[in-house]
């Protein structure tokens, strides 16, 4: 008996260890079958929660830093995979070309991808061009008026859907949209209040308007079938919000004064 107890002891203890690292192996299989964690973002000057921008050395924004803590606790490389907005990542997701992102969620989406916890909750509204005597959505809301949004998103889809008489065009990118609005060749936009007041600020006689017609949420996704994947990311992010790694994250990116809103109201 007192032979047998060690072997079993060391049996017990040999499977543990045979079975921990596995289990992160098969996990960094299916999460980076590549070797490095390539995290979809999408880039523009509209920095915020979501957005992404180019910088000298590389990529800044809230989902570059927490792609990077993802991969470190992972204990493997970061690469970022760039898109023009979050329609291009949500159309690449059966391509495989990426396995995790962050980026708005509505249920178009979840039937293409598999989403974890929300991060951020925005409320949409629209910026109206400079000289624009439109105060509120009733004014907004008319026939021949020209309202533009970024192309296959959630916000586009809810404009559609809240506006009855206004014209909804899609484009590409944010950048192109600036310059329309701008120019006076449309008369709206429609975003996120912060990233809107922010535009606000760099074209002089736009304004924001008050009203919110839909609250825009935010949150980590994987492709879909990659329940490791999933249980992983929606950990990761849970701690993200209660360690601080979210809340620096929005530091380092221009959103100090930005609460952390993680439900609707």
Do not use: C
Not at 14 to 35: F, Q, R, Y
Not at 77 to 85: A, C, D, I, K, R
Not at 134 to 142: E, G, H, P, W
């Amino acid at each position: 008996m007192s032979h047998q107890m060690p072997t079993l002891a060391g049996l017990v203890l040999g499977a543990m260890m045979i079975a921990m690292p596995a289990n992160a192996d098969a996990l960094k299989d299916e999460i980076a079958p590549t070797g490095k964690l390539r995290v979809a973002i999408a880039i523009s000057p509209a920095g915020g929660a979501f957005w992404s921008t180019k910088t000298e050395s590389g990529y800044a924004g809230v989902p570059v830093d927490l792609g990077k803590a993802m991969a470190a606790q992972l204990g493997i490389p970061v690469e970022y995979v760039v898109h023009n907005n979050s329609g291009q990542i949500v159309d690449a997701t059966s391509k495989g070309t990426w396995d995790v992102t962050f980026l708005p969620k509505d249920p178009e989406r979840e039937g293409k991808m598999s989403f974890g916890p929300i991060y951020e909750v925005a409320d949409a509204t629209y910026i109206v061009k400079p000289g624009s005597t439109v105060t509120n959505f009733a004014s907004l809301d008319q026939p021949g008026v020209k309202i533009a949004a970024v192309n296959n998103t959630t916000t586009m889809r809810g404009a559609i859907a809240h506006l009855k008489n206004a014209k909804v065009t899609g484009y590409q990118t944010y950048d192109e949209i600036a310059g329309l609005l701008k120019s006076g060749e449309i008369d709206a936009f429609a975003l996120s209040r912060e990233t809107l007041n922010d535009m606000a600020r760099k074209i002089p006689g736009t304004r924001v308007l008050e009203e919110t017609f839909k609250q825009t949420v935010t949150a980590v996704a994987v492709p879909p079938n990659h329940p490791q994947s999933l249980a992983f990311a929606s950990k990761f992010l849970t701690e993200a919000i209660t360690n601080g790694t979210l809340r620096k994250a929005y530091d380092s990116n221009g959103l100090k004064d930005s609460p952390i809103r993680t439900q609707t109201k």
